[in-house]
């Protein structure tokens, strides 16, 4: 990712490996995970940030839409310096195929956000092997 503050950078980056390791760890341990988000505050700590519908099969748009709004509030109130939402998604792979991946969109106050690609596959005798990392400019939605 590429950002014109070294602060920034890190916040991202802290951010950014934290949402993938538990992407990871929840896809290994289960299969599948729902969309959730950290925050960073201002002090520099992550809390994970995690939203439910009250269903047993929520639909990830509206998990994801609950965590930017929960995001958004910590935002204007000047709680947090930089947000991360991890969500499953298809893309199409270098192969020109589609495949699973985990997305994690990132946002820092300071101006910068990015999406971050992670492909990956399930493989019955492999089990889940992990693609290389891509990036992209994001939008910005919880400090806009």
Known sequence: MATSRPA???????????????AQETLRKYGEFYPFGNTMRNDGIIEMNAATTGSDRPASQELI???????????????IRAAGLA???????????????????LE?????????L???????????RFGDLSARPGERRVFS
């Open 118 to 128: 992670m492909p990956y596959s399930k493989g019955r005798l492999s089990g889940l």
């Open 108 to 116: 820092h106050v300071a101006g910068d956000a990015a999406v971050v």
């Open 65 to 79: 839409e609950l965590l930017i709004s929960g995001m958004r509030e910590k935002a204007a109130a000047r709680e």
């Open 8 to 22: 920034e950078r890190e916040d991202l980056d802290a951010l950014l490996d934290s949402l993938l390791r538990f």
């Open 87 to 105: 969500y499953d998604v298809r893309v199409t792979g270098k192969d020109g195929k589609p495949t699973d991946a985990i997305a994690v969109a």
